[in-house]
């Protein structure tokens, strides 16, 4: 992460959670400082503020202008089906990257997020 984010590329990552947080989720959350301190730019947004949202129901990455790493997942957070998905599909990649902007303006910076 820091190599790359020492080379100028903007990594940032939204976590869209249910509040109050998972045992598993609270970890990610306390863990949250490595990635910052590498460069990576994390914001929070609880469900409860994204509910004027319309968002993807599969978790994934926006790689570029058209590919999409999606992410299968079961109710309790396990691979499911193909596991990540890569999709070449500029329609698609921009669907995510509109809804993604949405969710990072009402998203909560890392450092100011205390989970309820």
Not at 20 to 33: I, M, Q
Not at 63 to 68: C, H, I
Not at 73 to 102: N, Q
């Amino acid at each position: 992460m820091a190599e790359t984010t020492g080379r100028g590329v903007v990594m940032r990552r939204l976590r869209v959670v249910s509040e109050p947080l998972s045992d598993y989720v609270r970890y990610e959350c306390n863990g949250t400082f490595t990635n910052v301190a590498a460069g990576e730019d994390v914001r929070w947004l609880p469900r409860s503020r994204a509910r004027d949202l319309l968002l993807p129901a599969l978790d994934g990455w926006v790689m570029d202008e058209e590919t999409v790493i999606l992410h299968h997942f079961s109710g309790e957070g396990r691979w499911t089906g193909p596991g990540m998905e890569v999709v070449h599909d500029p329609v698609l990649a921009g669907r995510y990257v509109s809804a993604y902007e949405a969710a990072w303006e009402q998203a909560i910076p890392h450092a100011e997020y205390r989970p309820a």
